[in-house]
């Protein structure tokens, strides 16, 4: 079978252009052509951006005002990755990205140790020939992430135009993001050990935020860590939906973030000492107190699986048609059960 052939696109420099190549290429080519920075960036390295047929292969060649440009451009390949026909919650679709209700236990990428069954495979199948290629791969654009024990909402791009512009809304965090977690004790402005905790600070309506630097934790490559030099900027923000126990001893807790790093939530959180239920990683070996929620409800949070937290809200700009999007995921079985089991022995407890 013969290859599909190679398409050019002409990119006309305009006025006054940066110095570099490669940020004239992402400012004039034309936004129809979906070509994200990355992909500009391969394209000059494996010599496909051409003037008057002179190559140019640095990113930063000068170019001026009036050149012509011409990037050849390669087909869309298929990717190695086998598409698995794993069921999925789909939420919203189009042509150009599609969203996703993740159960817990669900990798999102293949990675050593999960090979497969995760939801890119999954993607594979469902979208089949409707991706129209992300990167120079016919392959689902993964913008963002939430931990394979963490259950609810995600959005993945199908084509290159949807990645880049969702990429965008990442980085500038203008992406809604709200989880539900369910978290031992209960976050209070009045704690003197949370008013004396650094970056931990309090918002009007008893908002607590969190604020620091993360990074990988010095002698467990797989955790990260609040550091306070180095690492990614990181804000996490949460309030209290409700509490539970006599006294108060788990909280159910809205969290949103500033900022997406690895872990966030669950590393904050577990820095403010208020980690989540079931978290096997940051968790610790807190346990649920049996004299204030009684025997059934401790139980239930010791035996919880996972880290109790749940994507239960996404909002973003849907980078093609600029139309405002947002979605909302119901708790899932388990989190609802655990709540349920709560809330019984917190009316059991306030009506002794």
Known sequence: MAEAPFTELQVVIGPEPPDRLDKALARDVPEGAALSRSRLARLIAEGAVTRADVV?????????????????LAPAAEVETRAQPIPLQVVWEDADLIVIDKPAGMVVHPAPGSPDRTLVNALLHHCGNSLSGV???????????????????????????????????FEAHDVLRRYQAVVHGVPDAADPRLRGLRGVS??????LKITSQLARHRTDRQRQAVVWAGGRHAVTRARVVAGFGAPPAMALLECWLETGRTHQIRVHLAHAGHGLVGD???????????????APAAAACAAFPRQALHAATLGFTHPVTGATLEFASDLPADMAALLATLRAAHAGCTSQ
């Open 202 to 207: 309090f918002e009007a309506g008893n908002i």
């Open 135 to 169: 990167g120079g791969e016919k392959r689902p654009g993964i913008v963002h992430r939430i931990d394979k024990d963490t259950s609810g909402l995600l959005v993945v791009a199908k084509s290159d135009r949807a990645h880049h512009g969702l990429a965008a809304q």
């Open 56 to 72: 140019l292969d640095s990113p930063r060649a000068r170019v001026a005002a009036g050149d012509v440009l011409t990037l050849r």
């Open 280 to 294: 096997p990683v940051y968790g610790g070996r807190r346990a649920a107190s049996e004299r204030a929620l009684g």
